[in-house]
């Protein structure tokens, strides 16, 4: 349970929090970047930039920092949404592996030859973080949108969906009737 607030899970972050802490830690990271190596990396020299990269343990670990104060911010604006950021989150992750792959095998898909995406997988992230950006969250007082055991939207009910479904899990009761 302790790792839901960690992690973001059961809080919630408005529109606006959202693109601020976003473009602050983007910014954070470019500094970390322009300090260390010094060369912006919109500087046209990427392969010069990776290089030092990857031979910089701060920039290794200021970038898996990033890479989890996204996921978290992410999930907290998922949930301000409304919308489950178990499922959401993984969903986008298997997204982007599904889409490296296919890429991967089929380079006649990638956008660019130098991409490891293709053009669907870009389309949707891009829908994915325009959401994120525009959706409109629930109000102050509201309880974001849950819903019930029976997959029906539950405006009333408790914001305790996604404990109810571990609970169930964890009890056995996975797949339908067990016994």
């Known amino acids: 349970m302790l790792l839901n607030y ?49 031979n910089s343990m701060p920039l290794l670990i200021g970038f898996y920092v990033v890479l989890a104060m996204t996921f978290m911010l992410q999930s907290m604006r998922i949930r301000d949404i409304g919308w489950d950021p178990v499922c959401m989150m993984v969903g986008w992750i298997a997204l982007v592996v599904i889409d490296r792959i296919v890429a991967g095998k089929y380079p006649e898909y990638a956008l660019t030859y130098q991409h490891t995406g293709t053009t ?30 029976d997959g029906f939207s539950s405006r009333g009910s408790t914001p ?20």
């Open 120 to 149: 669907v997988g870009a389309l949707v992230n891009l829908a994915l973080m325009l959401a994120l950006t525009f959706w409109p969250g629930s109000r102050p007082g509201e309880a974001p949108h849950e819903t019930g055991d």
């Open 6 to 54: 960690v992690f973001g899970f059961n809080a919630r972050l408005g529109r606006l929090a959202y693109f601020f802490f976003s473009f602050v830690v983007g910014c954070g990271y470019l500094m970390l970047v322009f300090g260390i190596t010094g060369n912006a990396p919109a500087s046209g020299r990427t392969d010069v930039l990776l290089a030092q990269a990857a």
């Open 160 to 179: 305790a969906a996604a404990g109810n479904r571990v609970a169930r899990i964890a009890s056995g009761e996975f797949g339908g009737k067990t016994r």
